[in-house]
């Protein structure tokens, strides 16, 4: 070999080195950049990751808001609806308020005259609830409706025993008013609606007065008529505003105008739906309504509160009487028994015995708790008719 080849075959070598250091760097070059973009690439994918997370939080954050605003559309539309719930309620039933006039005749006197009350239509075809007074002794009855159309009345039933009355006129397609839930009583807002002094659809209108219902549980006689069952309220009922409605703020009958107290100021009373409706319903289907009877005088029982020396409370009834061969004498009530549950309602006085029994029908059958001498007794009766003489309730 020559010296030439020799030096070729050197610089050979030299080029194939230097290539091989060039591939060398140009690789780790590579990887370094491969490594750096799968960095990024890594820090994006984490990137990303938060952003979605963070999207995500924004839409539960959107959802929670659109939940807030649903609630918030929800309230307004309530105060809207309770900022107009009264002229509503009134606006509800006011086709339905009859002005009636009575031409009457007591024959205990020899007495004629004129007076007038109010109603309620609760049935289309004519059927108007209204008090026994207002036309109690009736010649002849009225009916003036709030459109000025003028009616005789066909026929009128009264209750013997409670003040509650049912007038017919011969028509079809009225508007009727619809009753309350008894259950749903309880204090707050009430509206009373009538033509008080005499003022009919004919001379101007009916009136309405609003106000709080303040009392459930009153009681009183007028005249030897008995008012347990009662709403006392601080709306004005006058003279006229008998046998109209007292009405919910949702425009339902909870009960018949029936008594203001003259000498004491914002104190008027309506016979609760809860008596009325079935009296109602029964004048309607029968003509007459048999009260409910158990035979028996009662009187409040006080007690001794314990804790307090010298205190008592009135925890029951106390039997003071049976009548003879009575409901309540066949299920074994003795007098001296006290009771103190009323079909599952506690019974704390003589009133809410009333209030409960007056609430049922003849026929009914009622479960009494009682307490004889410390042992407590389970006593089950059928109700009987009220025989109009007596003084047993």
């Known amino acids: 070999m020559t010296t030439a080849q020799k030096w070729i075959g050197v610089l050979l070598s030299l080029v194939l080195v230097g290539v091989s250091a060039f591939n060398t760097v140009l690789l780790l070059d590579q990887k370094d950049q491969l490594e750096t973009a799968q960095g990024q690439i890594s820090s994006l994918q984490s990137q990303l990751s938060q952003?979605?997370?963070?999207?995500?939080?924004?839409?539960?954050?959107?959802?929670?808001?659109?939940?807030?605003?649903?609630?918030?559309?929800g309230q307004v539309d309530e105060l809207?609806?309770?900022?107009?719930?009264?002229?509503?309620?009134?606006?509800?039933?006011?086709?339905?308020?009859?002005?009636?006039?009575?031409?009457?005749y007591d024959p205990s006197t020899g007495e004629r005259g004129t007076v007038s009350g109010s109603g309620t239509i609760m049935d289309s075809r004519g059927y108007i609830l209204t008090n026994r007074h207002v036309v109690e002794n009736a010649t002849h009855v009225t009916v003036v409706l709030p459109n000025k159309q003028i009616y005789d009345a066909d026929d009128f039933w009264t209750d013997d025993f409670m003040d509650v009355a049912v007038v017919k006129i011969d028509a079809d397609g009225l508007q009727a008013a619809s009753f309350g839930d008894p259950a749903n009583l309880k204090v707050g807002d009430a509206v009373a609606l009538g033509y008080p002094l005499s003022i009919s659809p004919l001379d101007g209108g009916m009136t309405v007065t609003a106000g709080i219902v303040s009392n459930l549980e009153n009681w009183f006689f007028i005249d030897e008529t008995p008012y347990f069952d009662v709403i006392q309220t601080d709306a004005a009922i006058n003279p006229g505003n008998s046998g109209g409605p007292m009405i919910n703020l949702q425009g339902q009958i909870i009960g018949i105008n029936s008594a203001g107290i003259l000498d004491a100021q914002n104190m008027g009373f309506a016979i609760s739906v809860a008596t009325a409706r079935h009296i109602y319903e029964s004048l309607v289907a029968d003509g007459s309504y048999s009260q409910p009877y158990l035979g028996i005088d009662i009187d409040d029982y006080y007690d001794d509160i314990s804790g307090f020396p010298g205190a008592e409370a009135s925890t029951g009834v106390e039997v003071l009487d049976v009548e003879s061969g009575s409901v309540a004498a066949l299920a074994g009530l003795r007098d001296g028994d006290v009771i103190y549950q009323f079909n599952g309602q506690a019974v704390t006085s003589f009133s809410d015995l009333l209030r409960f029994l007056w609430r049922m029908n003849a026929g009914d059958t009622v479960v009494l708790e009682t307490e004889r001498n410390g042992i407590e007794r389970t006593i089950t009766i059928t109700l009987d008719e009220r025989p109009l003489s007596s003084y047993y309730i």
């Open 51 to 73: 952003a979605g997370t963070d999207i995500s939080s924004l839409k539960s954050q959107l959802t929670a808001v659109d939940g807030h605003l649903a609630t918030l559309d």
């Open 80 to 104: 809207l609806k309770l900022s107009t719930a009264q002229v509503d309620a009134i606006a509800s039933v006011m086709a339905s308020v009859v002005y009636i006039e009575v031409d009457y």
